[in-house]
């Protein structure tokens, strides 16, 4: 009989260890997967966490996927997010009522006063800038390059 309490007292060791050493790695898992997911949130949220990014997101959601690809992700984009979202660049933009263009103002509030500001602009009359709320913007208009815009929350 003793030899059945030394084979008892070891299989219940056994069993003991067998489900600590399992769960181990599946808090390795568990650890490494949200650790992924912390780094992969501030990631984005350092690209678009700003007003702007904000904005741009938005008009993201209401944009035709192919307008999106080729203005702000393709090769020759005419809009550059940065500054964590803080600041927006429109580069060589030859059409005012552009779709997203029209959303980023739209979501900024931007005043219909600064609006027709920019649609009357002439080369001749260089950089302008105005206000509103927490917001700056800077434009000019060439006839060979467009309209070049630059958003900058205050």
């Not at 084979?7 to 949200?34: C, D, E, N, V, Y």
């Amino acid at each position: 009989m003793p030899a059945m309490q030394k084979l008892s007292a070891f299989s219940t060791k056994g069993h003991a260890a067998a489900r600590q050493f399992p769960g181990k790695p599946i808090m390795f898992a568990i650890f490494l997967f949200l650790f992924v997911i912390v780094v992969v949130a501030l990631f984005n949220a350092g690209q678009g966490s700003g007003t702007l990014g904000k904005a741009m997101y938005a008009c993201q959601q209401r944009v035709d996927s192919s307008v999106w690809s080729r203005e702000v992700e393709g090769d020759y984009r005419y809009f550059e997010l940065s500054d964590r979202g803080n600041t927006l660049t429109v580069e060589g933009l030859s059409d005012p009522n552009d779709a997203i263009l029209n959303c980023v103002t739209d979501q900024l509030d931007m005043p219909q006063s600064v609006w027709s500001k920019i649609l009357h602009t002439r080369p001749l009359d260089g950089t302008l800038t105005d206000e509103w709320d927490h917001m700056k913007i800077t434009w000019s208009y060439q006839a060979d390059n467009g309209l070049n815009i630059v958003f900058e929350k205050k």
